[in-house]
């Protein structure tokens, strides 16, 4: 059973930054696709960024060149450098598998006003 820990969310300003951390265990995440995906107020979950096996990166049009995922295989940890953040990015984060996500962590709040 995958387990997902995510945490490092906050209250921010338009402008600032956060950095997301994801604790992964019951997967090796070296053998597996991840990614972050967010849930806006009153939306559905969506997802942002994505990294390979290879650490090739993949991110939705709304936050390339601001965010940057990345991924500690001997830790087993995933995470996302958000930068120059926006209102619009407010919402709750989680990290998961690429392909066929489960077993979803509570995630972690991100809030940005402006």
């Known amino acids: 059973q995958v387990q997902l820990v995510e945490s490092g969310g906050g209250l921010v300003q338009a402008g600032g930054s956060l950095r997301l951390s994801c604790a992964v265990s019951?997967?090796?995440?070296?053998?597996?696709?991840m990614a972050w995906y967010r849930q806006p107020p009153g939306k559905q979950r969506e997802l942002v960024a994505s990294?390979?096996?290879?650490?090739?990166?993949d991110y939705i049009d709304s936050v390339k060149g601001r965010f940057t995922i990345s991924r500690h295989n001997p830790k087993n940890m995933v995470y996302l450098q958000m930068n120059s953040l926006k209102p619009e990015d407010t919402g709750v984060y989680y990290c998961?598998?690429?392909?066929?996500?489960?077993?979803w962590g509570q995630g972690t709040q991100v809030t940005v006003s402006s």
């Open positions: 019951g997967i090796t995440i070296s053998f597996n696709a």
């Open positions: 990294i390979t096996v290879t650490g090739n990166t």
């Open positions: 998961n598998t690429y392909v066929q996500p489960s077993d």
